[in-house]
């Protein structure tokens, strides 16, 4: 496994050398170390029965209860969770500059809590609901709160923990209460890309304006299965970019890759970033050096 790591994260260090622009995109594989489970497994298959579609949870009160009611349970896991290695390391490869831009098709905002900066949330963030109808927004831990005070008896089940901040809890939902806009009564939903939903214009053009400035991309635990996020890579291929992947298993955008890890995402990403770091300190050095030589020698000629 040590030989595998180093392998690829040296393959990884040269290829962010020779493209330090990169546009990357992470998935949910990157989430997993903070204890967020994902969807797909290394197939890209499903590990679990898909998330809710926009159209049931606007159409149906009972896949609102649903949905509510489980999450009162799951959403511990995204509240509690904090950056794991693999945000830590985009983070620092984003301050050595390597990074143009990070497109995330997570909604838990864990690489900003990491540090980095130039991040668009691709599918929003699940820390905010709004309001379908007239769109106020609240923070999700407010509503959560208040629903736990509406329904104690749900507030104290507990569930393992599923993706998304969702719950393998399975009862008789319909005494659940769910709460809606405190100004108008409208539905509130989550500040996210639903199955079914669309990602907003000026999301998707900011996203489309980062890879037009960029040299290279880097998808990073994902396997691009969700057309959002893989219709960047068919667009890079398109410029003629070149495509990296690091991931545990297959992509969507396979046929489109010019460098492919099948590896763990943090082990190698923090082996890259050291080398790079290690390099970087190297030609600080030899800088150094050569300044002071040229100023030695400038300081002899004008004794001589």
Not at 10 to 28: D, Y
Not at 215 to 233: D, I, K, N, W
Request: charged share 20%.
């Amino acid at each position: 496994m040590q030989k595998r790591v180093a392998q690829a994260g040296s393959e990884l260090a040269r290829f962010i050398e020779q493209h330090p622009r990169l546009w990357v995109i992470t998935g949910a594989g990157v989430s997993t170390d903070s204890g967020i489970p994902d969807y797909r497994d290394e197939a890209g298959q499903w590990k679990r029965p898909p998330p809710v579609q926009h159209g049931d949870f606007m159409a149906s009160p009972s896949v609102r209860q649903r949905y509510w009611a489980r999450a009162l349970v799951g959403f511990q896991a995204l509240r509690e969770a904090k950056p794991g290695g693999a945000h830590k390391a985009l983070a620092a490869l984003e301050a050595m500059g390597y990074i143009e831009r990070l497109v995330t098709q997570n909604v838990d905002r864990l690489h900003q809590r990491a540090g980095s900066r130039r991040v668009i949330d691709l599918h929003g963030r699940a820390d905010l609901v709004k309001c379908m109808r007239c769109g106020y927004q609240m923070m999700r831990h407010a509503m959560h709160s208040e629903m736990a005070r509406m329904n104690p008896a749900f507030a104290a089940l507990d569930a393992t923990h599923a993706p998304d901040g969702d719950a393998d809890l399975e009862t008789d939902f319909s005494t659940f209460r769910v709460f809606d806009c405190p100004r108008c009564h409208g539905i509130l939903k989550p500040d996210v890309v639903y199955y079914g939903d669309v990602v907003p214009v000026e999301r998707r053009l900011a996203a489309e304006a980062g890879l037009k400035s960029a040299q290279a991309v880097l998808a990073v635990g994902t396997s691009l299965m969700v057309f959002s996020g893989y219709r960047f890579c068919r667009e890079a291929h398109a410029m003629g970019l070149p495509i990296a992947s690091l991931s545990l298993g297959v992509t969507r955008a396979d046929a489109l890759l010019t460098h492919q890890w099948q590896a763990p995402l943090t082990p190698v990403l923090t082996y890259a970033v050291e080398q790079l770091a290690s390099h970087q300190r190297a030609l600080d050095t030899q800088g150094l050096s050569a300044s002071q030589n040229r100023q030695g020698a400038s300081r002899s000629s004008g004794s001589a």
